[in-house]
């Protein structure tokens, strides 16, 4: 017997028992599914978080107050970065294009019967060029502004819209800050949040009004700040900006041992989280991968409960001349059929997932034609590695024992 005539009979045999046939599938169903959703969703979070950091900007460094180690607990993190840093980083760092100071605080801000908790980002008008913002509505902080302490206010897209309805009805309106009144002088353009910073749902004033009326962070080397923001002169300057602004601050903070402050820059973030994100993935499709044995179990359990239900069918077949080989070949077929089967369509499901997935999510989840080629093949290798043993023991009856058992 040939194998395309093994092939139409074990697919006979299969669907003269389509319900045990579609139990058997089910577990190699779910685990191919599982593996495709899994993977796809791991991409898709992994395209999400690359983005937010593209957004950052790539020639983009972010130098912080305190070390890794007083970092990893928020209130223990000393104000060691001052406004001088920033002027000194502007004039001795030949790398350096852009740096902006940022001072933050959370307050309450009032316009009439509406009030909400705000972040109050106290800043200097290098802010639209270092961070590639645009305005929106109005105009931005000014030197003037910033010299004069004036009490002048630029909000989010997010945060105009909350209180004024619209941007353009924003500009020029006062609102309360602190108990103090505020002029609004522009909107930003919305830009959406970025790895938990979120400038749309903000308001934007002088850091010298944020340190004297509102924060109040003044310590005995000036305004204390809670980050700086640089902008290299292009990508491949960023890590000889780090490098030389590591070295100035050093020297102005004195620093003998550990650095008091840390930079981190877009590619140290995509490398953490591709390492993250990466690991995840991994192991979520390693446990979707569970399920594929349990299937291939699954299999071999039924295949096994069918050599029995079917020993007078072996035995006749061999009594009228079919080998050991021709069993075997049969069963082994009927094997990798349910898991092929199974396999192609946990995929569509899996696939079905992912889709599901990226029109109801910002994930950016998607399936390349890898894993869906790998899930397949594993799927089919798993129904003949399991289809094996059934099919041995079905190739081994005695064909007199297996007639008389009838």
């Known amino acids: 017997m040939n194998i395309l005539e093994s ?10 028992n389509k319900l045990r046939s579609t139990l058997t599938m089910l577990g190699i169903v779910i ?39 007083t970092q990893r607990i928020s209130f223990a993190v000393p104000k060691t970065l001052v406004l ?13 294009v852009g740096v902006s100071p940022e001072l933050n605080g959370r307050l309450v ?81 919305a830009k959406g949040t970025s790895i938990g ?9 002088p850091i010298t009004t944020s340190a004297n009326r509102l924060v109040g962070r003044n310590s005995p080397y000036g305004v204390a ?16 900006a780090a490098f030389q602004i590591t070295n100035l601050l050093r020297q102005r903070h004195k620093i003998i041992n550990e650095d008091d402050f840390t930079i981190r820059t877009q590619k140290d973030a995509l490398q953490i989280l591709d390492q993250i994100t990466g690991a995840l993935t991994i192991m979520l499709a390693a446990i979707a991968g569970i399920s594929l044995f349990v299937g291939g179990i699954g299999i071999m359990n039924i295949m096994l409960v069918s050599v029995t239900e079917r020993t007078q069918e072996i035995g006749l077949r061999k009594a009228i001349g079919a080998t050991q080989q021709d069993i075997l070949l049969q069963f082994v077929i009927e094997a990798v059929i349910l898991s092929a089967a199974g396999g192609l369509i946990g995929t569509a499901i899996g696939i ?55």
Request: hydrophobic content about 50%; charged content about 20%.
């Open 109 to 189: 801000v009032n316009y009439r019967n509406r009030n909400t908790s705000v972040n109050i980002i106290g800043t200097t008008p290098s802010f639209l060029k270092v961070r590639d913002f645009e305005m929106a509505k109005g105009r931005f902080l000014s030197d003037l502004d910033m010299k004069r302490s004036n009490q002048v206010v630029v909000l989010g897209a997010d945060l105009a819209q909350q209180l004024f309805g619209s941007g353009r009805a924003a500009v020029s309106k006062d609102l309360r800050i602190k108990d103090s009144s505020f002029q609004v002088i522009g909107v930003l353009e």
């Open 84 to 96: 001088a840093d920033v002027s000194a980083i502007a004039s001795q760092v030949p790398t350096v």
């Open 31 to 69: 685990g191919n599914a599982s593996v495709i959703a899994m993977i796809g969703i791991g991409q898709g979070g992994q395209k999400y978080v690359n983005k937010q950091l593209e957004s950052l900007g790539p020639d983009v460094l972010f130098i912080l107050a305190g070390n890794r180690e």
């Open 197 to 205: 910073l979120d400038y749309d749902s903000a308001a934007l004033v």
């Open 225 to 240: 700040l809670d980050r700086i923001v640089a902008s290299a002169r292009n990508t491949d300057s960023v890590d000889a």
């Open 352 to 406: 079905g997932g992912v889709i599901l997935v990226a029109a109801l999510t910002p994930l950016q989840a998607g399936v390349s034609f890898a894993p869906i080629a790998i899930a397949v093949s594993v799927s089919g290798g798993i129904g003949l590695f399991f289809g094996v043993v059934p099919a041995r023991r079905a190739a081994k009856l005695d064909p007199i024992v297996a007639l008389r058992s009838a």
């Open 7 to 16: 092939m139409k009979m074990a697919g006979k045999t299969l669907l003269s």
